[in-house]
DNA sequence: TTCATTGCAAAGCGTTTGCACGTTC
DNA sequence: GAACGTGCAAACGCTTTGCAATGAA
């Protein structure tokens, strides 16, 4: 599986999932959907994994940990958690999408490895410069953007298609 | 449809189907695959497109054409037309893969309105200097990137989740 | 002749949808 | 009680794979 390294340590996760849920209740409230049991708890698994994960992942985490939950459930969740703000969404090959919990975990762009099964996480300050460019050139409000880089540590004959 | 908006107009499309072509040849022959008919034919139609297209819009065009292809055969071609760097694939959604002609046509990022059917080329020189910063800083090359900015034009009370 | 490539159809796989049941408001 | 949310299974849509036939080298 990738390896992935990260540039600059996290800090530790202290008891944000305080913080965290009182945003998502607000979220809820806000644009009229339930507090149901099973978004909570979702909540509460996805902040107790670290890094990338995908659906299938989650869903067998939360199997394992016996609750009774659809991946139907959890695709509408994500939706939810990543308008809060709270998850994000990464769709690097054509596969499964990833995601990420994101509230008070800084902001990073990725570069993958073609020759490895590396992964590495960067954050660069010229990002924020080109788009309050774009932002003034096409008088628009920028919310996200996705940034991957892709590299070779050795020459390769021909490249392999990712999978 | 999605309405594309250029920066910058590109230059007329002369006769660089041979160029290309040649390129493809090379390719091919270096990396002991066949030179098949349909692979020249693909290419051809390829490059008489303008902009973004999927492989079930080429496949449509061909057929129309009378051209016997599969799209088993499209997906290979287009992996060997990637690895050429005659076409360049976008990933845009998490449905099907959006494919564009490359050679001789500006490397450009995109920007893509959520609440319009807008899309934005741009082409900003800083990404380069982060492309060289984070080579010297991993010791690796880069072979490409991608780089999509999300915006709002209006102010938008819950986020409609792009399907 | 050999075996990469092709077209076709079926399979694969992540995601979405339909529906009856349960639960929030 | 109304209607939103849920679990389950089936459907969906893009992509890949299996296979016999074709044809490039």
Same sequence: chains 1, 2.
């Avoid at 909570?40 to 394992?64: P, R, S, V, W």
């Amino acid at each position: 599986m990738t390896k992935i390294i990260r540039t600059e340590m996290k800090e530790k996760t202290p008891e944000i999932f305080d913080d965290v849920k009182k945003i998502f209740i607000s979220y809820l409230e806000q644009n009229a959907h339930r507090k149901t049991p099973e978004r909570f708890t979702i909540l509460k698994e996805i902040y107790a994994l670290d890094g990338h994960f995908d659906i299938e992942t989650l869903y067998i985490k939360m199997k394992n940990n016996n609750f009774r939950v659809s991946r139907a459930t959890l695709y509408n969740t994500m939706d939810l958690l990543i308008n809060s703000n709270l998850v994000v969404k990464h769709q690097f090959g054509q596969n499964s999408s990833l995601y990420e919990k994101s509230y008070k975990f800084k902001q990073h762009d990725h570069l993958i490895c073609l020759d490895s099964e590396e992964m590495f996480e960067f954050c660069d300050p010229r990002i924020q410069e080109i788009q309050k460019s774009l932002e003034a050139m096409f008088k628009v409000q920028i919310t996200h953007h996705s940034l991957t880089f892709y590299c070779v540590k050795n020459t390769e004959k021909e490249k392999k298609t990712k999978k």
